[in-house]
Each structure stands twice: as structure tokens, then as C-alpha cells.
């Protein structure tokens, strides 16, 4: 095994358990995992399978990460590669100096963010990543939609070489382009999402299909472009706008579990409809996607998985 190690200072504040959490979402989560001091992740970068491991030392105000990656034959200038990757998942260089002063002006949101602050808004790796999580999520829970995700990383993704197998990359197209749908009902995808999944894969491996390309259209192009790909519809799409592509005006507003959660914290008697969610955050619609991280980061702590 060889080993990286390096030092990054994230635009403060930053808190590495309140962005890590938001990433992973559930403790179930073993492909984003945290042990209460270190995020952990297997990442394919620049032809190595490296399992990264950050762990914050500072106060929120002055941050510091230390950055420790291990695997068999280590790419030689990994560091670029996994600086880039992390800042992406961990939302290292977002600034959200504007957000906290607008928040602190406002009874209702301010609390909120000054419980969470140095939260910053996670993304996945890719695009596909992103696209695959929602489709395996959608229309279960939570909590089974993240255990269709481990078995699939379980199962497809490469082991960056440590004795006890237990940390898995998330798979890449070419993992899956070459399956036959039905393969993934053994882990427990319905047939319509193994479909979609696998179809995706070959659209992406047969350069049909650039998702990473959607960073640089509009978000109404973009919801569109996704939503002509085998099951993707609205919440899928703007699950995607908001984890995939950082887009974090956007609150994903059929997302059930989002909508009773920003129910409760508006105190709201009647249950929400897309059209409602869109009505309830108008005085903050610049920030959707931001309390929708900070929603679930108090329903983690009202659970809790998290000090705040």
C-alpha cells in the first residue's frame, strides 16, 4: 500500500461533521462514512483506487483538514485529483458569506443557520452517481433506498485493496453498462430501475450521454435533458439539479420527506404540495437547496446521529 498526505484550509466556517452528515444522510451510509472524527470515502482517481480519509483540526473559523490517501500503486500527482474531488463533495471553496448575512436578518431562517453553521453543501462525485442514488431511491425509503446503494457499491465497486473488503468504490458506468437489468433485482432494484441504471451506464460508456456537460445550461435545459432518460421524473431531476450539480437555489419539492420536514419547521398544519413548497420558500427562493440541507441536518440531530 502506498500513502498521499496533505493539508487543505476549507473557506471558513466550515465544520467537517455537519458537511460529511449532509453528504452521507443516514448512518446506514457505508459508502460516505464517518466514525464521529474522520470522514471516509473510496474514490477512482486518476486510474487509482485510493480511500481517502479527513479528519478536521481547528476551530470552524480556522480550518484545517488533514487529507490522508492509501491504495496499491497511487497514481504519482494524486493530490490535484483528490483536492478537486473533495471540494466538490465536501463543498470545500463554497462561500456562503452572503447566506449567513441574509439569514441573520431573519427571524425565522436565522436560528436554523446559526445551529448548523459551517455546514457546507455537499455534492456527489459525478453526475451519475447522483442520477443512480435518486432512481434508487425513489419512491421508498430513505433508509432502503441507501441499502440498494451499499449492495450495489458491495457488489460492483473495486476494493482499494484493504484485507477486510469493507470499503468499496461506488461504481463507474463501464461497471455496469455490460449487465443485463434483471441482474440487480438480486440486490433487491425493482425491474424498472435496473433498467434505467444499467441504461444510463451505456448511454454514458457509448458517448451518447454527457452529464457532466449539464453544469453548463440553465437549470430548466437541464431538468429536461434529464428528463428524458429512462426513469427520471421531476424529484429525480431536481434531486440531481441540487447533489449532482450543485445548484443549491433548488429544493427538490416532491421529495416527501423534505416537504414534512419543512412542514414542521414552519409550523404549518396543512401538509405540503409541490406548488406549496414553492409558495413556502418564496421569500427564500435564492436558498432552497441550502435549507433543504439544513432541514435534514435537524432532523439527523433531533435523531441523534449529530451534536449541534
Same mark, same amino acid.
Not at 425513489?138 to 449492495?151: E, F, Y
Not at 468504490?169 to 434505467?196: I, N
Given at each position: 500500500m502506498s500513502t498521499v498526505s496533505f493539508a487543505l484550509d476549507p473557506v471558513a466556517p466550515f465544520r467537517l461533521d455537519f458537511s460529511a452528515w449532509t453528504l452521507r444522510r443516514r448512518p446506514e451510509n457505508a459508502v460516505d462514512r464517518w466514525d464521529g472524527e474522520a470522514y471516509q470515502r473510496t474514490l477512482t482517481l486518476a486510474d487509482s483506487i485510493v480511500e481517502v480519509t479527513v479528519t478536521q483540526v481547528g476551530a470552524p473559523d480556522q480550518p484545517r483538514l488533514h487529507i490522508t490517501g492509501t491504495g496499491i500503486r497511487l497514481a504519482p500527482g494524486l493530490e490535484g485529483p483528490l483536492t478537486a474531488a473533495l471540494e466538490r463533495l465536501l463543498g470545500l471553496r463554497t462561500d456562503l458569506t452572503t447566506f449567513y448575512h441574509f439569514a441573520a436578518a431573519d427571524p425565522q431562517l436565522g436560528p436554523l443557520v446559526a445551529r448548523f453553521r459551517g455546514m457546507k453543501p455537499p455534492r456527489f462525485p459525478t453526475v451519475f452517481e447522483a442520477l443512480v442514488n435518486g432512481i434508487a431511491c425513489?419512491?421508498?425509503?430513505?433508509?432502503?433506498?441507501?441499502?440498494?446503494?451499499? !449492495?450495489?457499491?458491495?457488489?460492483?465497486?473495486?476494493?482499494?485493496?484493504?484485507?477486510?473488503?469493507?470499503?468499496?468504490?461506488?461504481?463507474?458506468?463501464?461497471?455496469?453498462?455490460?449487465?443485463?437489468?434483471?441482474?440487480?433485482?438480486?440486490?433487491?432494484?425493482?425491474?424498472?430501475?435496473?433498467?434505467?441504471?444499467?441504461?444510463?451506464?451505456?448511454?454514458?460508456?457509448?458517448?451518447?450521454?454527457?452529464?457532466?456537460?449539464?453544469?453548463?445550461?440553465?437549470?430548466?435545459?437541464?431538468?429536461?435533458?434529464?428528463?428524458?432518460? !429512462?426513469?427520471?421524473?421531476?424529484?429525480?431531476?431536481?434531486?440531481?439539479?441540487? @447533489?449532482?450539480?450543485?445548484?443549491?437555489?433548488?429544493?427538490?419539492?416532491?421529495?416527501?420527506?423534505?416537504?414534512?420536514?419543512?412542514?414542521?419547521?414552519?409550523?404549518? @398544519?396543512?401538509?405540503l404540495t409541490y406548488t406549496g413548497v414553492r409558495q413556502a420558500l418564496a421569500g427564500w427562493q435564492d436558498y432552497g437547496g441550502l435549507i433543504y440541507f439544513h432541514l435534514l441536518l435537524d432532523r439527523l440531530a433531533e435523531a441523534g446521529y449529530l451534536a449541534a
Open positions: 425513489q419512491q421508498i425509503t430513505l433508509i432502503q433506498g441507501i441499502h440498494l446503494l451499499n !449492495r450495489l457499491a458491495e457488489r460492483y465497486g473495486v476494493t482499494p485493496g484493504r484485507q477486510d473488503g469493507s470499503a468499496h468504490v461506488f461504481p463507474q458506468p463501464a461497471d455496469l453498462a455490460t449487465l443485463e437489468p434483471e441482474t440487480l433485482r438480486s440486490l433487491g432494484f425493482s425491474h424498472q430501475k435496473g433498467q434505467a441504471i444499467v441504461a444510463l451506464a451505456c448511454a454514458i460508456t457509448g458517448g451518447q450521454l454527457d452529464l457532466e456537460g449539464l453544469a453548463d445550461v440553465d437549470d430548466a435545459a437541464a431538468a429536461a435533458r434529464l428528463r428524458t432518460l !429512462r426513469g427520471v421524473g421531476r424529484w429525480t431531476a431536481e434531486y440531481v439539479l441540487l @447533489r449532482g450539480l450543485g445548484r443549491v437555489h433548488v429544493f427538490p419539492g416532491d421529495d416527501v420527506g423534505a416537504r414534512n420536514h419543512l412542514q414542521h419547521w414552519l409550523h404549518l @398544519r396543512e401538509s
